[in-house]
Structures are given as C-alpha cells and as structure tokens.
C-alpha cells in the first residue's frame, strides 16, 4: 500500500470539475459494482489516490460519468463500503465523489489521506 500526501487540492480536471479536498497517493486493489443491463456486475480495479470526498483508479471495463456505484477497499485502519457517482473516466483512469457518507466516515478518510508512511 503506497500513501502519500499531494498538495492538488482544487485541481482542475479534464471535465471542468474541481477537487475540493487534498488528495493521497494510495493504492489498493478495489471493487466496484455497478448495474448494467442484466444485472449488477463488479468491477475489479486498483485506486490511484484519495480523500475525504473522493478517488481515483485505474477500472477494467466501462464506466459512465454519472453512473452511480458502491467501492470496497481497505483502508489503513478500517474497510470502507461507499457509494460513489462516476465523475470522471476514460481507458486510462476514473474518478469517484463518495456520496451519503456520515461526518464519521469523512473524517477517517480524511485521517488516512493525511498520513505519510515512514521510507
């Protein structure tokens, strides 16, 4: 697990979105499930990085800016099961706004996107 803080706070992405909150370097493997036709299917990925309102990762298969979906990934301390939309994808990376999560959950998100690990 790689985790490292950027100073990227309110970026700008591609699609004129704006980041809102400082992002992590962290990678883990992910799944995503997500309906489609014929049912729900997950989704396999690794995340890019993260914060308290969002991430980034590298998914196999489609996904649709406005798709809604539920993430699963281990945290340093916890596992986390969020929805999420779909702000942002193409073939070589998409971007998720967690959605509905409690002051809780924020503030652990935000505790594992501050830490630096020891090199």
Do not use: C, W
């Not at 591609?14 to 997500?34: D, E, K, M, T």
């Amino acid at each position: 697990m790689l985790l490292e803080t950027q100073s990227r706070s309110k970026a700008n992405y591609p699609n004129g979105g704006v980041q809102r909150h400082p992002r992590a370097l962290f990678s883990v493997p992910i799944a995503i499930r997500h309906l489609m036709a014929g049912g729900v299917q997950t989704t396999r990925g690794v995340s890019l990085d993260i914060s308290e309102s969002g991430l980034g990762a590298l998914v196999q298969g489609v996904l649709h800016v406005g798709d809604t979906v539920t993430i699963n990934m281990n945290l340093p301390e916890h596992t986390l099961n969020a929805v999420a939309i779909v702000r942002h994808s193409s073939t070589v990376r998409s971007g998720f706004e967690f959605l509905g999560l409690s002051a809780d959950e924020r503030a652990r998100l935000a505790k594992s996107a501050a830490r630096v690990p020891a090199r």
